[in-house]
């Protein structure tokens, strides 16, 4: 019944497997196993109380040591490779290719979940570097006139060689996987049969061939592998509980089993030994591997004699303790050359972090700038590895930095490239147009345009080094010419200026004494004033003060007029036109002209029909009668000036 109580009530503490148990405290680890043990064993019966006590005094002890030492065993397993080739192998120095390079091995590896470990630590980077060459592409493809969103990336061979690797690894490394949790499962389901073997077997008649099948069974317990964690500790307490049990309930086979336990201890006794010498070797990776491997054959030969069970396992342990030691030493060590770097790194970190917002329009600027931080490159070198945690993080500023200032300094380059190369072409064309005025005789004109030119010019900025002294000189030169010939050209323009005033001045005259017989000189009048305004310009000061004078003289020969009114105005218009048509911009002047006349007559007919539609509502009285005779009066004035304005716009129209 005992192997029924076994089976129907399996250990059901948490079921922990061999890496697990490993990250619990020694206190734990026997605080747990001695539950399982009274779980696997009810109280109410007499054997397998017995059996229980057995268990606590022989075995559950050494499970526990053996335990112990499983737990530092497992935690150096899970850094395995930490002192392998690449365990501190900086890959963010990495170059595209290497990192391409370096997966095309990983691919190749032994151990699929070495490869995928290393392919998680570089995979990110060279994303990055994918990141950066798909954003350089696309920019590139903007700047040349493409759509963002037409743009579409095509990898390299490099980048097509790096993702089937990285899938190949995946695949093999979910193989494995696969593989394993299989075969975990499988070994589940021997381990059970091999169990209930064993339980029919120690519940079976007592034979001679009984311990050589026990030892069979054993056997095949021990060829069994790794089963899925979480049944790991139950297999093993019901197998421990049975092996107890099938040797005490067969004490004729005790002396066998004695000899058993003494070759049992004669084994771990080597195992012992063995591990005693792994202290001494160079290579502390393979003293741990080895050491992992003793660990698992001492748990796997059974128990020993109990007057030397806690020596044997003391003696073993303090063996293994020594590696641990010398793994700790060094990791130790390590960790604080790591930590060590890690504080100089950040300063560097923090130092480079300024040059992020660097800015200036100056290149001697940029190039000191940039000494600065590839001296601050060659310092960041020089420093070791960092800690794993936070060899990405660190890492990942300080590129960003170093790369932010350079993408800033070539966008800078880039632009004043551009910017220098606009400024040529638009100086190019101011160098045209002073070319083309430099010969120009309208002085006032075209010395206005000049001066825009050159105000244009200083604004405009520097042109490429190349071409500045180039096409300062041109552009000077045609400048030079223009005022040289202008100062030559002023003394003429004076006397030419004064000549037009004596002739003006006799003009004016002229009229005046016509004015004593205006009747027959109106046409002479008319011819006087185009030759008025065809003379050409006056010194400056005298301008208006001829004008006025003309004008006094065409009043005073208005003055001693004898035609009507009417007539007086249409000549007046004549005389008037004939500055118009003197201008340079006749038709327009002439156009601006007639709008006003036609702007006056609209006006005034607008006020006689207000007028003439009051004087409906005059009632009659004097003082109505009055106010309509001064109404009336108006309305004959405003209809002679209309008649006066539309024989001036008839003059207009002859022209």
């Not at 003439?612 to 108006?634: I, M, Y």
Request: overall charge negative; aromatic content about 8%; glycine content about 2%.
């Amino acid at each position: 019944m005992e192997q029924e109580k076994i089976e129907q009530e399996p250990v059901q503490s948490e079921p922990l497997s061999s890496e697990e148990v490993a990250s619990k405290s020694d206190s734990a680890v026997e605080e747990k196993e001695d539950v399982e043990e009274k779980q696997v064993v009810p109280e109410n019966d007499s054997v397998e109380k017995k059996v229980e006590e057995k268990i606590e005094a022989k075995d559950a002890s050494v499970k526990n040591e053996e335990d112990d030492s499983k737990e530092e065993n497992s935690e150096e397993e899970d850094d395995e490779h930490d002192e392998d080739e690449l365990a501190h192998e900086d890959f963010e120095k990495y170059t595209k290719e290497q990192l391409v390079e370096l997966v095309k091995k990983l691919a190749k590896h032994d151990s699929p979940l070495y490869a995928a470990k290393y392919l998680n630590r570089v995979e990110h980077l060279f994303e990055e570097i994918k990141a950066a060459e798909v954003e350089e592409a696309k920019s590139k493809f903007i700047e040349e006139g493409g759509e963002e969103d037409g743009f579409s990336f095509k990898a390299d061979e490099l980048i097509n060689r790096f993702e089937a690797n990285s899938r190949l690894i995946h695949d093999r490394k979910s193989a494995f996987i696969r593989e394993r949790e299989s075969q975990k499962q499988n070994n589940l389901k021997k381990a059970e049969e091999t169990l209930e073997k064993l339980r029919e077997f120690v519940d079976s008649e007592e034979s001679s061939a009984s311990f050589n099948k026990f030892k069979e069974i054993q056997s095949e317990w021990k060829a069994i592998g790794d089963v899925p964690g979480q049944y790991s500790k139950t297999l093993w307490a019901n197998y421990n509980a049975l092996v107890s049990r099938f040797y005490d309930q067969r004490s004729i086979y005790f002396e066998l089993k004695e000899l058993d336990r003494k070759k049992n201890y004669e084994a771990k006794l080597e195992l012992c030994e063995r591990a005693e010498k792994l202290a001494e070797f160079d290579n502390l990776k393979e003293a741990i591997t080895s050491l992992n491997e003793l660990h698992e054959e001492f748990k796997h030969i059974g128990p020993v004699p109990e007057d030397v069970q806690e020596d044997l396992w003391l003696r073993f342990k303090a063996a293994s303790d020594a590696v641990y030691q010398r793994r700790k030493e060094f990791i130790s060590d390590l960790k604080s050359e790591l930590s060590d770097n890690l504080v100089k790194k950040q300063e560097l970190v923090d130092k480079i972090k300024v040059f992020e917002e660097f800015e200036s329009d100056r290149i001697k600027a940029w190039n000191s700038k940039t000494k600065e931080i590839l001296e601050i490159q060659k310092d960041w070198e020089k420093i070791g590895g960092l800690p794993r945690d936070k060899s990405k993080e660190i890492n990942r500023a300080f590129w960003s930095s170093f790369k932010t200032f350079f993408h800033n300094k070539g966008r800078f380059f880039k632009k004043l490239d551009e910017q220098r190369s606009g400024n040529y072409e638009e100086k190019l064309k101011l160098v045209e147009q002073a070319e083309a005025l430099k010969e120009s005789t309208d002085w006032v004109k075209t010395a206005n345009e000049f001066k825009e030119l050159q105000k244009k010019w200083k604004e405009i900025g520097p042109v490429p080094e190349k071409h500045r002294n180039e096409i300062y000189l041109k552009f000077k030169a045609a400048c030079d010419q223009f005022f040289d010939n202008r100062r030559g050209s002023h003394k003429e323009e004076e006397k030419s200026y004064k000549e037009n005033l004596k002739l003006k001045k006799e003009i004016v005259d002229q009229i005046e004494k016509w004015a004593t017989s205006a009747d027959e000189h109106i046409e002479d009048l008319k011819e006087k004033s185009i030759e008025f305004a065809k003379v050409g310009f006056v010194p400056r000061k005298d301008i208006k003060l001829i004008k006025t004078q003309f004008s006094e003289a065409v009043d005073k020969f208005m003055g001693g007029l004898s035609i009507p009114d009417e007539d007086k105005s249409a000549l007046r218009a004549e005389v008037e036109l004939g500055d118009i048509l003197a201008s340079k911009n006749s038709d327009r002047a002439l156009y601006h002209k007639e709008q006003l006349i036609r702007k006056q007559i609209h006006q005034i007919e607008n006020d006689v029909a207000l007028w003439k539609n009051n004087l409906e509502f005059f009632a009659h009285s004097k003082t109505a009668d009055s106010l309509r005779e001064e109404v009336n009066e108006k309305i004959e004035q405003a209809e002679s000036k209309i008649a006066s304005l539309k024989g001036q716009l008839r003059v207009l129209r002859s022209v």
